[in-house]
């Protein structure tokens, strides 16, 4: 049953802490992507890779970091620089047919 | 650098009513979705429509794309309360072959009793 993985559904973050958000397909699919939701808003990208060990930044990848060693995982780390990082965070693939998401992750800073 | 563009962002319908949410984009693309959000959830995709003129029905839900102006809609007709959510248009841009794809802000649905 292919699709996408991400882990864990909720994650709290003290101020200052990094945290790794885990995005896993076995879809094949050589795209992968980050975006984030905040409440009432749009979704907005935070990073992209169209192939192993190659990412580019999208539109709001300030105080975010990636890496895509496999190519089934892409996981985003949440670094102490990001200072609003309560949000809705979903990881999606590109295949031939269009995108597919995960369930999301929502990370709440306590 | 590609923008999208939804209205209304708030749609409060009658059940029966018809209504259109209107989906702007400001240069060519390959590829536009809807794509519906039921709350605290992921997104649904509902269609994906790929050429001038496509138009794809799936239920009470119409969608249609005009390229020339650059311009999807998707129809609700006869609205029930099922169909309260948040909908989004997304488009498909390329820089080159990297492939993203660019949200609108979403419209929120509600229908009404």
């Known amino acids: 049953d292919g699709g996408i993985t991400q882990s864990p559904k909720y994650l709290f973050r003290k101020e200052g802490q990094n945290v790794t958000l885990s995005c896993e397909q076995n879809?094949?699919?050589?795209?992968m992507y980050w975006y984030r939701q905040d409440p009432g808003q749009g979704l907005r990208l935070i990073y992209y890779?169209?192939?192993?060990?190659?990412?580019q930044k999208g539109d709001i990848a300030e105080g975010y970091s990636v890496s895509r060693e496999k190519k089934e995982s892409f996981p985003l780390t949440v670094t102490s620089a990001q200072k609003n990082p309560t949000a809705f965070y979903l990881c999606a693939t590109r295949g031939l047919y269009g995108y597919t998401f995960g369930s999301g992750t929502r990370l709440t800073v306590v | 650098e590609l923008k999208v563009e939804q209205n209304p962002l708030f749609l409060s319908m009658q059940e029966g009513k018809n209504y259109t949410i209107y989906c702007n984009y400001s240069?060519?693309?390959?590829?536009l979705y809807w794509y519906r959000q039921d709350p605290g959830k992921s997104l649904e995709s509902l269609f994906v429509l790929l050429s001038n003129g496509a138009v794809k029905q799936e239920g009470r839900l119409m969608a249609s794309l005009d390229t020339k102006a650059r311009l999807s809609t998707l129809h609700i007709t006869a609205a029930v309360h099922d169909l309260s959510a948040t909908y989004f248009c997304?488009?498909?841009?390329?820089?080159?072959?990297?492939?993203?794809?660019?949200f609108g802000k979403g419209t929120l649905l509600t229908v009404n009793p």
């Open positions: 997304a488009v498909d841009g390329s820089g080159g072959s990297n492939y993203k794809l660019t």
């Open positions: 890779s169209q192939i192993v060990n190659d990412f």
């Open positions: 240069t060519t693309s390959d590829r």
């Open positions: 879809l094949n699919h050589d795209a």
